[in-house]
């Protein structure tokens, strides 16, 4: 599966008022907790590629995402699987000598508008951003372009770097 | 949490006639598929470590086992998580460059008896085993080597190896 996916840096109110206009519908109100993890022997920050698992509520998943598939959004493969338990998980992949890079915390906001699922996230250390989702097997740049520029998100702002990238990178 | 466990090679209708004798608890019955990796750089077979996926009707796991801790018994370090695919789970173990190595199949029925789980199987390619397993903080190997007496298994019996090892060694 493809995770067809964009992100932007935002001012939280305006692009709210954006999305009300828009008549979007408001999904759900989460905290998440990611810890990042980096393969034994190959580096996951050249490769492009990143191993996570994440905690929401009482809710676990182990994600793999692939390299970006283009050079203006955050397209990319990806593998989930839901899991019974963040801790065994966590020792599961410190046994194979994966290693613990950082912690990504966030509050998230969920809203839907035609096929797509807006996030506006509120990222520790690091500010709000919204990010623009749609799982399909086949990945269609325009259609993504075309929505965000109606979301009013302006190109410049558009962010190509992980939240784990950039909290690396300060 | 340690993983207590010891293994035997039996005669299936000998066994059973004396695990009814001793008023065994039967517990389940079902068929199992274990897809096991080898790690991306470290040889598992050296190491003495086992990860692997396992297919129960719907239920799904991914398991970790650590090197064996002494002469007699299996018993190990294990971590085990429920995922929710077993399908993306391959996915997420082939992107992270573990290799497939082998696929068992078996049969198994679980008994329960005092604090621990009797398992015989029938393993394809392989014959019939029981694994007497016990799940514990703390490891105390007599209590498990007076057990395996009771049910009439004999030291010569005992197979150390996993399912794994042995179907590679034919």
Do not use: C, W
């Not at 397209?75 to 990504?104: D, G, M, P, W, Y």
């Not at 509050?107 to 506006?120: D, M, Q, T």
């Amino acid at each position: 599966m493809l995770e067809i996916e964009a992100k932007a840096r935002i001012n939280r109110k305006k692009i709210k008022s954006r999305l009300v206009e828009l008549g979007v519908k408001f999904l759900k109100r989460e905290k998440q907790e990611d810890i990042y993890f980096n393969h034994p022997t190959r580096d996951f920050a050249k490769s492009d590629e990143a191993l996570r698992i994440r905690r929401v509520g009482r809710e676990f998943y182990l994600t793999y995402k692939g390299p970006k598939l283009d050079k203006l959004t955050k397209t990319r493969e990806e593998h989930e699987v839901k899991i019974s338990s963040f801790e065994e998980a966590k020792e599961i992949l410190k046994k194979l000598k994966f290693r613990e890079v950082a912690t990504i915390r966030k509050k998230r906001e969920y809203y839907a508008l035609e096929n797509f699922v807006i996030a506006l996230d509120e990222v520790e250390g690091l500010g709000s951003f919204v990010e623009v989702e749609k799982k399909a097997g086949q990945y269609n740049p325009e259609e993504m372009t075309n929505f965000l520029k109606k979301l009013g998100i302006k190109e410049r702002d558009f962010e190509r770097r992980s939240y784990l990238e950039m909290l690396l990178a300060r």
